[in-house]
């Protein structure tokens, strides 16, 4: 039997039951939510392992309840939502979510998600462990034992996939890592929302980590290779 939590917020009945249907043929626990004021309230009653959320609400946008859950816990959010333009996906991974599905979506797929979330909070009190506790390039430091980062002695708001993806580039600093090779570290595998997921996440990340994103100074795109981080004098 599965101990993960999951609370399963979606207004649409037929699209709730299947999931609560997938993840009760699979052994996961789960509660579930019809509106955002809903799923807030479940999220701090509760304390879900992980939330799938869907953003069209109706009584307040999904972005919103990210808003809210991120102000006092980081629990995982998978974003499950019919909307597909990278600026949806970039709010709702700025707000704090962890993945972004978009619908339809295949049972198969997002029980991979969960199996690669339930890894990653398996591993995460060891989540950069390096012999150097501390990494430092140029403005940017990064505390792995404390799981934060700074740079010019601010502390940068990321959420959990950004901040895997700076401590996967800075262990590689000056290697370009394929998007293959991030995607597999970051998510297991190597689908093509995978893909997409990273493209969006590293925009993210480059809007906190650069002054002036079209001049990059930490992070390199090697266009339809990879990225890398450059070594900063």
Known sequence: MNKLLILVVEDDSSVRNLITTTLETHGYRF???????????????HNPDIIL?????????????????RTWSNVPII???????????????????????TKPFSVEELL???RVTQRRLAI????????????????LKIDYAAGCAYLKNE???????????????????GKVLTHTFITQKIWGSSWDNDIASLRVFMATLRKKLESAPG??????????????????E
Do not use: W
Request: proline share 4%; with cysteine.
């Open 31 to 45: 509660r579930t939510a019809s509106n955002g004021n809903s799923a807030v309230m479940e999220a701090s009653s």
């Open 79 to 101: 974003v499950i939502s019919a909307r597909s333009e990278d600026t949806d996906k970039i709010d709702a991974l700025d707000a704090g979510a962890d993945d972004y599905l």
């Open 53 to 69: 959320l869907d953003l069209g609400l109706p009584d307040i946008d999904g972005v919103d309840v990210i808003k809210k859950i």
């Open 124 to 139: 995460m009190q060891n989540d950069g462990q390096t012999e150097n506790p501390v990494f430092i390039n140029g403005d």
């Open 155 to 173: 502390e940068l708001h990321l959420t959990p996939i950004e901040y895997k993806l700076l401590c996967l580039l800075s262990h590689n600093v």
């Open 112 to 114: 991979a998600r969960l």
């Open 215 to 232: 001049s990059p100074q930490y992070i390199q795109t090697h266009i339809g290779v990879g990225y890398r981080m450059m070594k900063v």
